[in-house]
């Protein structure tokens, strides 16, 4: 079964996809939890940042340099932004194809609730 973002990659399902190349393939959350929401998703299905292998180092590099050109595009690079990767049930990660969020365009707040 081809992941969902696998899905939108090969165009069968609608996004609205604001960068592509042969390894990339970034477009804006359905659900987008700042101004700016980007999700930047390898072509290849990774599951999980536990599943990045040490070829794929280039690859997971290529992913955090189309993050910084889009963050810039966006117009978002110089008041800041926030680069997420969630990993497996305790990161909170929904979709099992590892992408990177670009969030911004607004002040974020905390990283994460504090720890009791
Ligand atoms: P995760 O929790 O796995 O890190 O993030 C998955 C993200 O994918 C969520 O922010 C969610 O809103 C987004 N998402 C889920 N389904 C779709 C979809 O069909 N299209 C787009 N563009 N984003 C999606």
Do not use: W
Not at 1 to 14: H, K, N, Q, S, V
Not at 28 to 52: E, G, M, S, Y
Not at 61 to 83: M, N, P, Q, S
Not at 87 to 92: A, K, L
Request: with cysteine; proline share 7%; net charge negative.
């Amino acid at each position: 079964m081809p992941t969902l973002f696998e899905r939108i990659i090969a165009g069968d399902l609608p996004a609205t996809i604001v960068h592509r190349d042969d390894r990339v393939t970034a477009f804006r959350d359905i659900q987008p939890r700042a101004p700016t929401h980007i999700l930047i998703v390898p072509n290849k299905p990774i599951p999980t940042a536990n599943d990045i292998a040490d070829s794929d180092e280039a690859l997971i590099g290529h992913l955090f340099t189309v993050a910084r050109d889009l963050a810039k595009r966006e117009g978002i690079a110089e008041d800041g932004y926030r680069l997420i990767i969630n990993c497996n049930q305790h990161g909170g990660q929904e979709v099992y194809h590892l992408h990177v969020h670009l969030l911004g365009g607004a002040p974020l707040g905390a990283m994460v609730a504090k720890h009791s």
